[in-house]
């Protein structure tokens, strides 16, 4: 959106009481019929996402909207001067000249692209969260209450092993880490922490009654709150388009991104509607391949088992998930260890190696992907030179050169370029559902999936439609490696 005005545009804000919206075109106040700003040659500009809710409140529905407060975001994270947020009140002749004095900015910053990708999904975004997630409400009270029932017993389990006091409580409760930690070390176990993978080492009755009373007490603890936000058989959470510096979406109040495998179930299509789930498929490895254009590593990504792929180019020797399956778990650890900057120490740690022999691994790996290597070496040194990080599309973050940011050096090139590429899937999507006049529309996104409740007729050709979507959205970002889609129809969110 480099050139304004894009097209006709229209700046929206509410009223001093906030009662009701302003509308002012790029020439004059003009007051649009509701629905008129559905067309796609329109750009709407608004100060903030309370206005946008707004405007799809009184039954607009922009196809692209320029929220002014994340264009701000968006410079700030790429080291411009920080600038005060407009109010939603000022009048929108004010809203559409800010816009007109932030387009060199965000043009110098290389924003350009990432600018007008915010704009395409705000709207998107907006209604999706309107919309809300489908409950079956009384399944996933059942879980939860499941849960509470495991949690006892756990709590039971543990009093049995480390002895209860004299009102038959557990001597230590589950949540005592300190006093828990101290209780296995006298007791002969070498640990130095009470975390997941520590206790999963303990052969002690307690260890696992601790582990199970965690998995269980977490369902209750956090998921109970969720049904605060129950209305109508749906619940609504609060989702952020820049949650993250990687440009990726986050979610509270609650957290509908997090919603764990066990209660996945019970977020459910009403009767006659289903859910079309659509995920990419090694989605951050085969960015990291289009980035880096290692040919060898693009060929391993297309077959079938790409780890088994890998270890056979490492070992030289058949590999596959019943074939020497070591040799594919430690090709696994270093596929994705090598995403976060994972060093030898932590690869041997994950892999239960000697350090030496992680390195020796690592070695071998890099010797057999060069291109990649060197796409590494330049990911960690080329920031220090010019101060930032970017993904292929310009989103961008201003680092401190001074600092070492190793594995935020390789990450945010990774993550960042997924958040743009389902973002962009996200809009196609919509898009394309409302040209082919199906019956479908988002309901959850999480990093590198879709989530679409449609009409059980539409069902199966929305999840077409949704496969190829997002395939064409990685062709657009990522051409050098096909995005590979994995889709599921069904009553619940269980893919």
């Not at 038959?168 to 949540?175: A, F, R, V």
């Not at 859910?275 to 290692?294: F, P, Q, T």
């Not at 976060?340 to 932590?346: E, I, N, Q, R, V």
């Not at 958040?419 to 988002?442: C, F, M, P, T, Y």
Request: glycine share 8%; net charge neutral; proline share 5%.
């Amino acid at each position: 959106m480099g050139n304004l005005p894009f097209g006709p545009v229209i700046a929206a804000s509410l009223s001093g009481s906030g009662a009701s919206l302003q509308f002012a075109d790029h020439q004059r106040r003009d007051q649009p019929a509701v629905g008129s700003l559905n067309a796609a040659q329109y750009l709407l500009i608004v100060a903030d996402r309370s206005v946008l809710r707004a405007v799809l409140r009184a039954g607009h529905q922009p196809s692209r909207c320029v929220v002014l407060a994340q264009q701000l975001q968006l410079l700030q994270r790429a080291g411009a001067d920080e600038k005060k947020p407009p109010s939603p009140a000022q009048p929108p002749e004010e809203i559409h000249r800010q816009l007109q004095n932030l387009a060199p900015d965000l043009a110098a910053y290389g924003l350009t692209g990432v600018s007008r990708l915010e704009a395409d999904f705000a709207p998107v975004l907006e209604a999706m969260e309107a919309r809300g997630l489908p409950l079956n409400v009384a399944q996933w009270r059942r879980v939860l209450a499941e849960a509470e029932a495991k949690a006892a017993d756990a709590r039971t389990r543990l009093g049995a092993s480390v002895g209860t006091d004299l009102t038959g409580n557990p001597s230590l409760e589950p949540g005592e880490r300190g006093r828990i930690l101290a209780w296995f070390q006298a007791e002969g176990y070498p640990i130095q922490s009470t975390s997941k993978h520590a206790l999963a080492a303990v052969d002690h009755p307690a260890a696992q009654a601790l582990l199970d009373w965690r998995e269980a007490a977490k369902l209750t603890s956090t998921y109970e709150g969720y049904l605060d936000r129950l209305a109508g058989g749906r619940i609504f959470g609060r989702f952020h388009a820049l949650g993250a510096a990687s440009g990726r979406m986050s979610c509270g109040h609650p957290n509908l991104q997090n919603i764990p495998a066990r209660l996945r179930p019970c977020v459910e299509a009403p009767e006659g509607r289903v859910l079309v789930s659509a995920d990419y498929s090694g989605c951050e490895l085969r960015i990291v391949a289009a980035l880096s254009r290692d040919e060898a590593l693009i060929e391993a990504l297309l077959e079938a088992d790409f780890h088994s792929a890998v270890a056979r180019r490492l070992f030289q020797k058949p590999v596959s998930k019943t074939e020497n399956p070591e040799l594919r778990h430690q090709a696994k650890g270093i596929n994705f260890g090598l995403l976060y900057g994972m060093g030898a120490k932590s690869l041997g740690q994950d892999l239960g190696i000697s350090t030496t022999d992680a390195r020796a691994l690592m070695d071998r790996y890099f010797e057999g992907f060069p291109q990649l290597a060197q796409w590494r070496r330049e990911a960690l040194e080329v920031p220090k030179q010019r101060g930032f990080l970017r993904t292929r599309l310009g989103r961008r973050l201003a680092v401190d050169r001074s600092r070492d940011i190793g594995p935020l050096a390789l990450n945010f090139p990774v993550q960042g370029g997924g958040a743009d590429l389902i973002k962009r899937a996200a809009v196609r999507v919509e898009q394309a559902l409302k040209s082919a006049n199906l019956d479908g529309h988002l309901v959850n996104m999480i990093h590198d999936e879709l989530l679409i409740e449609a009409s059980a007729a539409d069902g199966a050709a929305v999840a077409e439609l949704v496969k190829g979507e997002m395939i064409t959205a990685g062709a657009e970002l990522f051409k050098e490696v096909p995005m590979a889609v994995d889709a599921a129809v069904a009553s619940s969110w269980s893919h």
